[in-house]
């Protein structure tokens, strides 16, 4: 026999719902740098050739966006990657300002050189924990990435210049498949051993999602301090905002992304674009995260480019903007 009067179960509210989803957003950085790869990884892979001084210019509309870093150029072969070609005049001729910093690819000690000779005060360096694609990509092992990489960090510091560490296809290889944080995670202590200023755990194919996001980050900042730690997300899969708000609610607090989403690296099949620095702007301005960086000034710097490529837009944000723009010009007062 019931006693007393029935009453229906209470449903959880929709606030009892988001609020597990509240606490975590409540552990996002209150600030957040980005760091733009467009006059690099955004072009290296373009068959379009970009002028020198169409490259220059893209750098200097850059310079004035907010961003902190702009990767500038690859002191790479120009039998490998042509387009790269002109990095000794590019990074001559843009100009450079104080609050932001110029950083060029190194992949080897020779290039190491040519940057130093020309004038780079910062450079980044490259490994892989995939076998194939570090034959592919470097043309050695792993542990030669790793060697190599080192070299250049301690050669880096005697001359009194800063090293970043990029750890490729930390998520996913376009040959061997998904990477384990196992792999991934000694290449991080070796480069943060080193003096990498700052360790990036790079997507290269865009394979992640942000449980594998969670899970590398969980692994890694066991290792590395969660403040040298930043992300380079490509877009292949459509992931790369979600794999972003899982790093930043881990604390990583510097995104790599390219104005317009451009970018793919020549010796990954398969790999899309980066992550458009339009859309990660758009996020983090949503996220009351401060980036210090434009919208506008990015869609410009964006918009430029593209005009210059002869192709469309990948950034998603930059395209709804100039809809909107659009319609409006249309309503007659």
Known sequence: MLHGRWRRPTRPSTFDLLLPARRSLSLLPPHARIYELGPRDGLQNEKVHVPTDAKVHFVDLLSRTGVHAVETTSFVSPRWVPQMSDHREVLQRIEQMESVSYPVLVPNMQGFEAAVAAGARIVAVMTAPSTTFA????????????????????????????????????????????????????????????GCYEVCLADTIGTGTAGSMDKLLKHVSSIVPIEKLAVHCHDTYGQALANILAALMHGVAVVDSSVAGLGGCPFAPGAAGNVATEDVVYMLNGLGVESGVSFERVVQAGDYIVEVLGRRSASRAALATAANRASAARIVV
Do not use: W
Request: hydrophobic content about 45%.
């Open 135 to 194: 034959r592919k990509n470097l043309n050695c092992t792993v542990d030669e990435t790793v060697e190599r990489a080192v070299a250049i960090a301690e050669a880096a510091e005697a001359k009194g210049l800063a090293c970043r560490g990029y750890i490729s296809c930390a998520l996913g290889c376009p040959f061997e498949g998904e990477m384990e944080p196992a792999q991934v995670a000694p290449l991080a202590e070796a480069l943060h051993r080193a």
